[in-house]
């Protein structure tokens, strides 16, 4: 007996194979584009607000990479050197749209009401920084950025805090995995355990070709590496973009000897958990406890 399919029905299928198969190459092709959209905002490539708006001190730097990318930051630090040095030091590493100019008003926060310095760079190929974002690159630019703070003259012995939003946060997680002993705490808000992971929920018409993803961002398996150090996670329990129960699994794999510390937002969703009643409130608690530490 011959075997047959409606003509709608295969027409259906053969549309939605070819939807997950065009779903697929462009997933692959041109994944860095859509996981690091640099140009949204508008102007983000052209205009980069300056800690100066904010009445901020402030050096505009341009560092050179290990592979020769010129990328642009900010070194936020108190004007009195004997003051930056008793003073905690943040590495602000920024979620994926926009550049560091867009979080001035968080790093104003920081440094006013919370005394830090404040160390934030725009990615390659974020705000006017060269070259062109990747997993790779990235990782090359943080520790770039670390890198320069140690060899500070003056907030090069200060205690560093990284702290990272969304792909920041695993950003951060990375950077202090493979860098621990030069790290005090880390602080993540809305990230992921990986960006495979985050595919199914935010482009669930092609999970099944998640595995063309070749941006990783394994933050499930770096945080495990973390053994000494103490965490803040901030987490927005409406977050959209990244499932929350994705906060709480990095949470639960985290096994670290230092204060593990989780806060989270019952409103907050994924870009306004910042702006939730409690949030810097954590944060200063956390960092009063990392400057009470011996370590």
């Given amino acids: 007996m011959a ?35 640099a140009n949204f905002p508008e102007g983000s490539r052209t205009h980069v607000a300056k800690p100066s ?6 050096e505009d730097l341009t560092l050179v990479t290990p592979d020769k990318v010129q990328i642009r930051a900010y070194l936020i630090k108190h004007t009195d050197d004997d003051l930056a040095r008793r003073r905690p030091t943040i590495l602000y590493l920024h979620a994926n749209a926009g550049n560091m100019g867009h979080r001035l008003s968080i790093a104003d926060v920081f440094y006013r009401q919370f005394g830090c310095n404040v160390f934030m760079l725009s990615y390659r190929g974020y ?50 995995a493979r860098n621990e002993d030069r790290f005090s705490g880390l602080i993540i808000e809305n990230t992921f355990l990986s960006l495979p992971k985050v595919i199914p929920h935010v482009l669930p018409m092609i999970s099944s070709v998640s595995f063309l993803c070749h941006q990783i961002w394994n933050s499930e398996h770096m945080i495990q590496q973390i053994a000494t150090l103490p965490v803040l996670f901030l987490s927005g329990r409406r977050d959209e973009l990244v499932p929350p129960a994705h906060m709480q699994e990095l949470h639960r794999l985290l096994d670290t000897t ?20 409690g949030y810097f409130e954590a944060i200063k608690e956390f960092l009063a406890g990392i400057m009470q530490s011996k370590k």
């Avoid at 806060?263 to 009643?277: I, Q, S, V, Y």
């Fill in 3 to 37: 075997s047959y399919l409606p003509w709608y029905l295969s027409y259906s299928l053969a549309a939605a194979a070819v939807a997950i198969l065009s779903g697929g190459a462009l997933l692959y092709h041109y994944q860095c584009e859509i996981i690091y959209p």
């Fill in 127 to 176: 705000g006017l920084s060269k070259g062109s974002p990747s997993e790779k690159g990235l990782r090359i630019d943080a520790q770039t950025a670390l890198d320069y703070i140690k060899n500070h003259p003056v907030i090069g012995q200060t205690k560093l805090i990284a702290y990272g939003q969304s792909i920041g946060g695993a950003v951060s997680i990375d950077i202090v």
């Fill in 258 to 277: 230092g204060e593990v510390v989780w806060r989270e937002f019952p409103d907050g969703t994924h870009n306004d958990t910042c702006l939730k009643t």
């Fill in 53 to 58: 708006q904010y009445n901020m001190p402030y």
